[in-house]
């Protein structure tokens, strides 16, 4: 979609007795490996259990029988560093002598060909969020990489499962320049980040209902029409007499 935009659909890896992920496939050569260890709280882990998909954010939260084969989604690495043709896969069944767990990279077609083969029978519970999965990338998230809310909303997008695009206003000065014109057109200030741009509606700030009630296709509200000012009170004028006239 141009420039410094990451999509980033949800997918969910399945329990180790499924066997190998990406068996005699060459995992690819990854950018950036990110570091999962105990201490960490702010990862997206996800598999499958025997109810469907599950993410938890921490390795103590992951079940022993699920952690041979998790997949990883680390939200402080900023988007320009991803490569969108990779999946991170983590085996939490023992740590290395540092503490961290081995993670590899695979690669996402291999990936998504077997999770799609592995999915369980019945279909998870549908999304209340509406077609954001299925129609793709419905949410545009204009951020910069000092913003603390916006590392938290990251992590949100993707514990949700909503696919989103990134702009880096401060990076990229065209989507800076589109952003500002669309909040004029909108009448919606554009003067901090995070902005969330839903179905072209411009949400200012990290307003999860808002959010959520944008992909369903609810329409923003209304604000309320200012009371008409009252009348003014007619001016009573008296009649004035006809003088007579003297014949």
Do not use: H
Not at 6 to 32: H, I
Not at 195 to 219: C, K, M, N, T, Y
């Amino acid at each position: 979609m141009g420039d410094g935009f990451r999509l980033l659909p949800l997918a969910f890896l399945a329990a180790a007795a499924c066997g190998e992920l990406g068996a005699g496939a060459p995992d690819a050569s990854p950018q950036n490996l990110p570091t999962v260890n105990d201490a960490r709280t702010d990862l997206v882990l996800s598999w499958y259990g025997d109810g469907g998909p599950e993410v938890a954010s921490k390795v103590a939260e992951v079940p022993q029988e699920a952690r041979r084969e998790v997949r990883v989604q680390d939200p402080s690495i900023p988007p320009e560093a991803r490569d969108p043709s990779l999946v991170f896969v983590a085996d939490l069944t023992r740590p290395k002598p540092d503490g961290s767990y081995p993670v590899r990279a695979v690669k996402r077609g291999d990936y998504e060909k077997r999770q799609s083969r592995l999915k369980p029978a019945s279909s998870p519970k549908p999304s209340s969020i509406g077609p954001a999965e299925a129609g793709g990338a419905q949410v545009v998230m204009y951020a910069t990489k000092t913003c603390p809310v916006c590392k938290n909303a990251r992590r949100w997008l993707l514990d949700q499962g909503i696919p989103y695009v990134e702009r880096d206003i401060d990076e990229d000065q065209a989507a800076a320049a589109a952003l500002a014109q669309k909040g004029r057109a909108q009448g919606v200030s554009t003067s901090g980040v995070p902005i969330f741009e839903v179905r072209g509606r411009l949400i200012p700030g990290f307003d999860q209902g808002a959010i959520r009630s944008a992909l369903a296709g609810a329409p923003p509200p209304q604000a309320a029409a200012p009371a008409p000012a009252p009348s003014p009170t007619p001016q009573r004028i008296p009649l004035q007499p006809i003088p007579q006239q003297t014949i």
